[in-house]
């Protein structure tokens, strides 16, 4: 750098350095319009594609309300769902552009599919990436008081009326079985032994039970199981389009029209209940053409055609089997499917894991010890013997969960129900082992795959889980290996029943899921 010594350049500098601020105070401007141009962009005002479809929005908010006016998409529905950060939304949208999934994809998935940190790397900027999600959790719904308690004696009516539905259904079934063990008596074991599967005076009683309006709005309003059978038929339309579909048990028809929506071009639904004609009407009211639906059983009833290419059913019962409508499925399969056809879902397994819940064995087994100062410990046998139905806390599951049984639709024979397993469940945290639960996963193995899950780790179903409680609790540490052996059969004197038998600890119980 050269000195300055003429006093001619001196006074030249000086100029110079005089005029610097004011030229500093310009680029300051520059910065400051830079900045409000910012500003108008964090506001939301830049043009944005939508996630799911070409079209462009004028701003990030008119995309959002477009997103779930069009695609049911809601963001804020995700946040809660998936408890999401600013990082996971990014993730997200960098996902949604890389992966190229649909809105129906993203509604159908429960589990975050986009952690991976490569997921931060934009495919390119656009308005999504620099919007503030935390805005989101402000954007709730306002209800005033009186709402929310309206809404609240709503939901406890319908709750009140599908336990009573509930009640009634079981109350009804066993006073039936009742009545037909009194009048054979005398040659019980004889009558048993003999008992068919799908009885038909069992069955007459079993099918009125689902007649109950609360049955079907417990199963509707499990968003996990309704929405499973949507997405795998719309998200796979291009594999029911053009096709015939058996809708097996179609209750209110909602498969029916969910297949009918994917492009099916006939579809039959049969079921045995009294339901079926409110569904005719439902089918009706929604104009859905080519849905035609029977009432009658399905091993004595002549269908409108004798092949499909789909067969459909939700069939699964607690603890997977209980009900035993995989009877039904079975005969479809042999008697109504054509070859190459497929049956959806088209695989379910059952598993088991190590449980131990203080608070939740001394409320459903110690109870009895000291009921008001009574002893009524001789209840505590039954309680144990009946599993419970039970939502539990994944935070008390003390083991892995281990498969017991998988089941494949296209091979399933009618011994489905009586199998034996050797099970090795390792402890994942200490505790006090108190219980076995039970859940199964159903799998829809089609080009886009869908699942759903009955696990205490996954979102609640009306199935939940099954609870086997058992009398002397074991302490148990990590690492340890529960070895048992679980043995399930059919009920020879309730087909739709199973006795379920766990060997362990050297103690053998016995129990059965009615």
């Not at 589990?111 to 999600?133: A, G, M, N, Q």
């Not at 045995?272 to 859905?288: C, F, G, L, P, Q």
């Not at 599993?387 to 599951?397: G, H, K, N, S, T």
């Amino acid at each position: 750098m050269k000195e300055i010594d003429s006093p001619a350049a001196k006074s030249q500098a000086e100029e110079a350095l005089a005029k610097e601020p004011a030229d500093s105070c310009s680029d300051d401007d520059d910065y400051d319009d830079m900045d409000d141009e910012d500003d108008e962009k964090d506001q939301g005002e830049e043009q944005t594609t939508c996630l799911f479809c070409p079209e462009a929005l004028p701003s990030i908010g008119a995309a959002i309300d477009h997103l779930d006016s069009s695609h049911k998409v809601n963001l804020s529905q995700l946040q809660k769902k998936f408890q999401m950060d600013q990082y996971s939304f990014i993730k997200l949208i960098n996902y949604i552009r890389v992966c190229k999934i649909s809105a129906e994809q993203l509604l159908s998935t429960e589990k975050i599919l986009w952690d991976d940190e490569k997921y931060l790397k934009p495919v390119e900027y656009e308005p999504w990436l620099c919007y503030d999600y935390e805005v989101l959790k402000t954007e709730t719904e306002t209800v005033t008081v009186p709402e929310l308690l309206q809404r609240i004696a709503e939901q406890s009516k319908l709750l009140q009326q599908a336990n009573e539905d509930m009640e009634r259904m079981r109350k009804d079934y066993k006073e039936l079985l009742q009545r037909v063990h009194e009048g054979d008596s005398r040659d019980k074991a004889a009558a048993t032994k003999d008992l068919p599967r799908n009885n038909l005076l069992l069955d007459k009683e079993y099918f009125n039970s689902y007649s109950h309006f609360g049955i079907h709005h417990e199963m509707l309003s499990d968003w996990v199981r309704t929405n499973s059978y949507r997405s795998a038929l719309l998200m796979n339309s291009e594999d029911v389009r053009g096709k015939t579909v058996l809708d097996v048990g179609c209750g209110t028809g909602i498969l029916s029209i969910f297949a009918s929506q994917a492009g099916a071009s006939r579809i039959v639904g049969i079921d045995n209940s009294e339901i079926v004609y409110t569904a005719m009407d439902i089918v009706r009211k929604n104009n859905v053409k080519n849905v035609e639906l029977v009432k009658g059983r399905l091993e004595d009833t002549e269908l409108p055609e004798a092949k499909y290419d789909i067969i459909i059913s939700e069939w699964m019962g607690y603890f997977l089997l209980y009900e035993s409508m995989l009877d039904s499925i079975i005969y479809a399969r042999e008697h109504h499917l054509n070859p190459n056809g497929i049956i959806l879902p088209n695989r379910c397994s059952l598993s088991l894991m190590g449980y131990g819940n203080d608070k939740l064995y001394a409320e459903q087994v110690e109870f009895w010890s000291d009921v008001y100062g009574v002893n009524m410990r001789d209840l505590a046998k039954r309680s144990i013997e009946e599993p419970l139905m039970q939502a539990v806390d994944p935070r008390y599951v003390l083991t892995a969960a281990e498969q017991i049984a998988n089941f494949d639709m296209m091979t399933v024979d009618l011994n489905y129900s009586n199998f034996t397993y050797e099970f090795s469940l390792k402890c994942t945290q200490a505790g006090r082992l108190s219980a076995f639960v039970g859940f199964f996963d159903t799998f829809f193995e089609l080009p886009r795959e869908v699942m759903f899950s009955t696990s205490p780790y996954h979102t609640t179903t009306h199935w939940k889980q099954t609870v086997f409680f058992i009398d002397q609790p074991q302490e148990v540490s990590w690492g340890d290996v529960i070895k048992g052996k679980i043995i399930s059969r059919r009920n020879t004197t309730d087909v739709r029943a199973l006795n379920v038998e766990i060997q362990v600890f050297g103690k053998t119980y016995k129990y059965t899921v009615d």
